[in-house]
């Protein structure tokens, strides 16, 4: 296919004709100008299915949409840690929006689970931005082979729903660069989304819509995004503000309103005409690139049916299974209670909603493998105790030889659009659990739920299954995994906390104007972790069949000499009698001391399958990256000289082998002393030691320390701590250096 010359094209173009490119022609299309060959075409929802409306638009998922596939929602796939798998799945979606004429898919959604409480944490991939990165990637890779576009969004900081088109994400530089921008970096650079879809929020009181250093400076600047950016759906404040800053189109279609003010502000000199033909070649470009690559249907509901039925296979986490509970076996009685077991749920509200074709339940997976009792014992969409269905699943559980309890959260208790109140279940599954558990002690939990419940009954149950939002192959995936015809392989995308209050944001979450991002980089497992918290299930557990060792932990090259990689190596063998899956996790922990740090940040993850007794080495390779904070001073990724520990193990905190390694050849950070610097800060940088120890010692004699009656009341250590918090300014006023010589010091240090 010749290039086509978008220049030349955009030329020949009016100033409303570009204008009104910049905008949606209605709710999913962009518009096309027929005089000049330029096609509109469709974008759609969403990160895991189609949802493709041909008669009325909305974003909130109101309205119909076609019959599609629901794939597993996020907060299940991104359990899987398996980047291939998540390439397949990008690549089913791709299939599916060629078939459906659908140019670019919304997705993937990668903010952070900063809260169990986000409303859309289902929709999202996890609390750590290494994990989302790497998921994010594959899946847009797997979605771009077919010259269909993804939008990976909400980009950025969107982690809450409460007044998610006003709020302001008011969040640090180095929280920002280290937690909440890396999911975007990643697949920025990796993958090149052909566009990326801005979120409703302020950050740091700026639009997210009109704010230059999040969309040009950091996006096009610093990662090169080659595709363009378009606007959540009304998220824009100021659409000349906002086309400055760098977004490109504005979705959906603002009735024209929006397309007078570009060509009012070109026209008085506000807007100059090369931002707006730059936005429109880069929206051009990707309407050309689908419509010069169509492709003829290759895709059948059947079989991607089969694909969200491996990927929920894959991704669903055993929790616990104690004395083998499970798997089950076809000879044994076994009870199903709850209504989670004949209607699922399996994806959560709003515009990730899909229409889905079919939906498979337990009870209808069931019958193909063995033959069960069901008991509703509750309601599924409200939380009431009904006596009645109550008192025949006691009596079905004790009669029983094993119970499964399908529970989960209701519908509307999780949605795009508004948080959760709290974490619990509905108090009418909690209280059912525990009367069950009176009279039967081998009780299964299996939970449906797009983030994080408290477990009051944890410690009382042999074993609980995480099934999150299964997507429509749920039924068939849960009955395989408990029957034992699917080893399970899923591991925790985030920390399950013992309850609400424990999260790191809980005092500064929900807030209205302003929310104060105060926890900083502490997120998540990096929180608990430092906190040396219990938590209920890890970040990276999740249990198997069978049982894994890990050994050799090696190091080949520890500073990166050759072409910048560190390798690292582990061997990892199935010790037990059946095949099965383990996601290998790699952990940095920075020991120089250098700046405030998590005690391990993930860096690296394999997932490998072993049949029993096989051994394999997993190989990770690590860059300087891998191991560095992000300064602001230097305005760069910095890794100091000094001990870092790698460590491998089965999940944040069942770490196996470890390692230290000794990096060098980091530069200096610049030092930024002024009178207000203290003589701590001089006395621990060795280049302005001297100064800080002869600044020191002026105001030991002037306060008269080293003599007779002074060492009785102050040792050497405790004057030492005592002046590290003075500043320069205090020897100043003390008279005991001049305003000359101190400003020529710092000077001269500063330049060092
Ligand atoms: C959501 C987006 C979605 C868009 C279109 C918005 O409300 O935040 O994630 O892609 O609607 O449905």
């Known amino acids: 296919m010749m290039k086509r010359d978008l220049k030349t094209l955009i030329q020949q173009m009016t100033l409303e004709e570009k204008a009104g490119l910049c905008s949606g022609l209605d709710f999913w299309h962009t518009k096309a100008v027929d005089r000049l060959g330029i096609p509109s075409v469709m974008v759609c929802d969403g990160p895991h299915g189609l949802r493709k409306q041909d008669e009325k638009g909305d974003h909130l998922g109101i309205n119909e949409s076609i019959k599609a596939v629901c794939f597993p929602p996020a907060v299940l796939s991104a359990c899987s840690f398996d980047r291939k798998l998540m390439e397949d799945f990008g690549d089913a979606i791709g299939k599916e929006a060629q078939a459906n004429d659908v140019s670019v ?18 929709e999202y991939y996890s609390e750590d931005p290494y994990l989302t990165g790497e998921t994010a990637a594959a899946f847009i890779k797997g979605v771009q082979k077919h010259h269909v576009g993804t939008s990976i969004k909400h980009f950025a900081a969107n982690n809450q729903e409460f007044n998610r088109m006003s709020a302001s994400s008011d969040v640090d530089e180095r929280t920002l660069r280290e937690i909440y921008l890396p999911g975007f970096e990643t697949a920025v650079k990796e993958a090149q989304p052909k566009t990326v879809m801005c979120s ?33 759906w009304g998220a824009v404040n100021d659409r000349v503000e906002a086309l400055k800053a760098g977004l490109e189109l504005e979705m959906p279609s603002s009735n024209g309103i929006n397309d007078a003010e570009i060509v009012r502000a070109v026209n008085n000199g506000e807007l100059s005409m090369e ?7 880069r929206i051009l470009n990707v309407v050309f690139d689908w419509t010069d690559h169509r492709e003829t249907q290759n895709f059948t509901l059947d079989k991607d049916h089969e694909m969200a039925q491996k990927i929920a296979e894959n991704s669903m986490v055993l929790l616990k299974n104690e004395d083998q509970i499970l798997p089950l076996s076809p000879e044994e009685k076994v009870v199903f209670i709850g209504g989670f077991a004949a209607h699922p749920r399996y994806q959560g509200g709003g515009s990730s909603h899909i229409n889905s074709y079919k939906v498979s339940s337990a009870l209808e997976a069931v019958k193909d493998v063995a033959e069960i009792t069901y008991i509703e014992g509750f309601s599924n969409t409200e939380d009431v105790y009904q006596d009645e269905l109550a008192r025949q699943a006691v009596s079905a559980a004790a009669e029983a030889d094993k119970v499964v309890i399908f529970a989960g959260l209701p519908e509307s208790f999780e949605s795009e659009g ?56 749920v039924g068939e995936a849960e009955i395989n995994i408990l029957y034992g015809k699917v080893n399970p392989s899923g591991k ?12 790191p944001s809980y005092l500064n979450f929900g807030d209205g104007e302003h929310v104060n991002y105060a926890e900083g980089i502490f997120v998540g497992y ?19 069949y069978t049982s894994f060792s890990y050994d050799h932990l090696k190091v080949d090259d520890s500073d990166f000499a050759s072409d910048g990689i560190m390798q690292v190596t582990v061997d990892v063998t199935n010790t037990g009698d059946r095949l099965g899956k383990e996601i290998v996790q790699l952990y940095v922990q920075d020991c120089t001391k250098a700046c405030r740090r998590p005690l391990k940040e993930l860096k690296g993850f394999e997932k490998v399958s072993l049949e029993p007794g096989e051994t394999k080495t997993v190989t990770f390779n690590l860059d300087r990256r891998s191991f560095s904070w992000y300064c602001t ?45 203290t003589l701590g800060e001089l006395i621990s940088d060795p280049r302005s030691r001297d100064f800080g120890l002869e600044m020191k010692r002026r105001l030991d004699a002037f306060f008269g320390a080293g003599n007779g009656d002074s060492d009785e009341a102050v040792s050497d250590d405790m004057s030492m701590a005592m002046v590290a918090s003075m500043p320069l300014r205090n020897v100043l006023t003390f008279g005991l250096v001049s305003k000359d010589e101190l400003s020529a010091r710092l000077d001269e240090l500063n330049r060092l």
């Open 526 to 544: 990096r929180y608990y972790d430092a906190k040396e918290m219990d938590v209920a299930f890890p970040f990276g557990h999740g249990l198997s």
């Open 492 to 503: 925790l995308a985030e920390t399950l906390p013992l309850k609400l209050s424990d999260n």
């Open 418 to 473: 508004y948080d959760r109140a709290h974490m619990q279940l509905p108090a009418c599954q909690n209280l059912l659990i525990r009367e069950i558990l009176k009279v039967q002690s081998n009780v299964i939990i299996v939970l449906h739920n797009g983030a994080p419940v408290e477990m009051p009954w944890k410690d009382q149950v042999p074993a609980i299954l995480e099934a999150y939002l299964g997507g429509q192959a």
């Open 105 to 122: 898919v919304l997705g993937p959604a990668v903010n952070i689970k900063r809260s169990p409480l986000c409303g859309r944490n289902f």
């Open 200 to 232: 409703y929020n302020r950050v740091n009181g700026v639009f997210a819509s009109e704010n230059p250093w999040l969309l040009t400076e950091v996006l096009r600047d610093e990662w090169n995004f080659e595709g363009y950016v378009m606007s959540d």
């Open 633 to 677: 001073d230097l305005h760069d990724w910095y890794a100091a000289d000094g001990t870092y520990q790698i460590m491998v193990g089965a999940s944040s905190r069942d770490i196996r082998q470890t390692v230290s390694v000794q990096l060098s050849g980091a530069p200096l950070l610049p030092l930024k002393l002024h009178a207000n610097s």
């Open 275 to 281: 931002i707006l033909d730059q936005a429109v070649e």
